[in-house]
């Protein structure tokens, strides 16, 4: 079993590199597909969920050749299938951008239902709402998705009625080679969206607006190949500041871009931390005790849900009492509470809403991580808690984090893996 055993109570200090964005590598890597000719995708992460997407363009037909372990080379032209083949695509969630994606190279796609981290209903009524809009039909068989557009893609104003990450990027996929204008309204304004449309922008579509609420798309007949780099992972670098904050340590995270980690830096700030924006850096400094402050999820710009799970195990050992108010995910995305309870947290959880009575310290214990994000919160917990915390089902963790315990150990903490990563391609086979 891969764990990942921690000693706490090493301060974090010096500088972290920080990854491309998983999020937005996990749409651009689909809209590859767009394209009539090889791309070249810079600063990808070394992670799993990128490695099962590549899996997936390799199986269908795609050449792919990685320059370097952040840059591969994806040649769609051989790919003739308008199927994603379910076994390895139901291990994540992005891997529904290939219907998007699918539908506007050849206006057919067959997708299994998307898999991914578990924090309760993940619809996708919104993404089917978009794709009925620009003129498919789609039918549900043996968990997989048939969407088609038996008239052509035409362009359409689509108001989302939640605003939706997943399906703002997968419309946006459709909409490039649709005729016509696509208007998406109440439109999520994440990092990854705009970068998802600089990149389709750079292969010569039309989207403007990406980062307001209303994106507007003018179809084109073709896309062609580019290089493009993709932005710093919003989430690895909140995560490394939280760890900062929370060993009481001075850590300059690089490679970022600071307006995007503001409503980060602000909760850090209340809670007493000195934060320093730099071009590309945020220096993170914590040498007085922490004090309580009230988060709310939030779309962009907004809170991060993705941040809830490290921001609470943060104020579990500040002073007083906070309130956590999860907006975006039903309680599921509470799951970690009771691994940090064993911890010795104050946590309870009512709905949506968790209250935390700051204590004076954690325990290490074992622990797993039950998602993504909630385990890289228990990686947190470990790093502060006194003694020695064993996290198990790191492969969550790898999901997300590029070689966090090689980071976490550069940064001084006491952490090793206990087992070798596999090869994800052995894994999944
Ligand atoms: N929703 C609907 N209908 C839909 C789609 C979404 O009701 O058709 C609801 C969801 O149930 C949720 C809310 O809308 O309550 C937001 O969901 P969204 O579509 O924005 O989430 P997602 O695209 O499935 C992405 C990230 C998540 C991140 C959320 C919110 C990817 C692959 N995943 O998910 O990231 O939590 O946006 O920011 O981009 C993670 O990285 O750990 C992760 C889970």
Redesign the pocket.
């Known amino acids: 079993m891969d764990k990942y055993v921690i000693k706490g109570g090493s301060r974090l200090n010096g500088d972290v590199i920080i990854s491309g964005a998983?999020?937005a590598a996990?749409a651009i890597l689909p809209a590859v597909i767009l394209s009539d000719s090889p791309c070249r995708i810079e600063n990808i992460p070394d992670i799993s969920d990128v490695k099962i997407l590549i899996h997936i363009l390799k199986e269908m037909g795609g050449e792919i050749e990685y320059l370097d372990r952040h840059t591969v080379e994806i040649d769609p032209r051989p790919i003739e299938t308008e199927a994603v083949s379910a076994q390895i695509a139901r291990q994540i969630?992005?891997s529904y951008y290939f219907i998007g994606a699918l539908l506007g190279r050849c206006r057919k796609a067959v997708v299994p239902l998307p898999g991914?981290?578990n924090f309760g209903?993940?619809?996708?009524?919104?993404?089917l709402k978009g794709f009925a809009a620009l003129g498919c039909d789609y039918s549900l068989d043996n968990g997989m998705i048939s969407v088609t557009a038996p008239d052509d893609l035409h362009g359409a104003s689509i108001y989302l009625d939640?605003?939706?990450?997943?399906?703002t990027m997968n419309i946006m996929l459709a909409a490039v080679k649709a005729r016509g204008l696509t208007i998406i309204e109440n439109a999520?304004r994440?990092p990854?969206i705009v970068d998802l449309a600089n990149f389709l922008n750079t292969m010569g579509a039309d989207v403007r607006g990406a980062g307001t609420d209303t994106i507007k798309i003018h179809g084109v007949q073709s896309l062609r190949g580019v290089t493009y780099s993709i932005i710093p992972d919003q989430?690895e670098a909140g995560t490394y500041m939280v760890a900062a904050a929370a060993t009481g340590g001075d850590v300059t995270v690089k490679n970022v871009t600071p307006k995007h980690l503001e409503s980060i830096s602000a909760k850090l700030e209340e809670m007493g931390v000195t934060v320093e924006e730099g071009d590309d850096t945020v220096r993170v400094i914590c040498n007085k005790p922490l004090r309580k402050c009230n988060v709310k999820t939030m779309?962009h710009p907004g809170f991060?849900?993705?941040m809830q799970p490290q921001i609470a195990t943060l104020l579990s050992v500040a002073h007083g009492t906070s309130m956590i108010n999860e907006s975006?995910?039903e309680n599921n995305r509470f799951k970690y509470v009771d691994e940090l309870r064993r911890m010795g947290a104050q946590i309870t959880v009512d709905g949506k809403v968790a209250i935390i009575e700051g204590v004076d310290h954690l325990k290490g214990a074992p622990v797993r991580a039950p998602d993504?994000?909630a385990g890289a919160a228990m990686v947190i917990a470990g790093l502060v808690a006194e003694g020695t915390t064993v996290v198990e089902d790191v492969k969550y963790i790898e999901r997300?984090y590029e070689r966090i315990v090689e980071k976490l150990a550069g940064l001084g903490a006491d952490i090793y893996r206990s087992q070798e990563p596999e090869e994800v391609m052995d894994k999944i086979g």
Not at 121 to 127: A, E, K, S
């Open positions: 998983k999020n996990v969630r992005a991914g981290c209903v993940r619809p996708i009524d919104q993404h939640v605003v939706t990450v997943g399906a999520a994440e990854h989430i779309p991060p849900t993705d975006i995910w993504l994000r997300g």
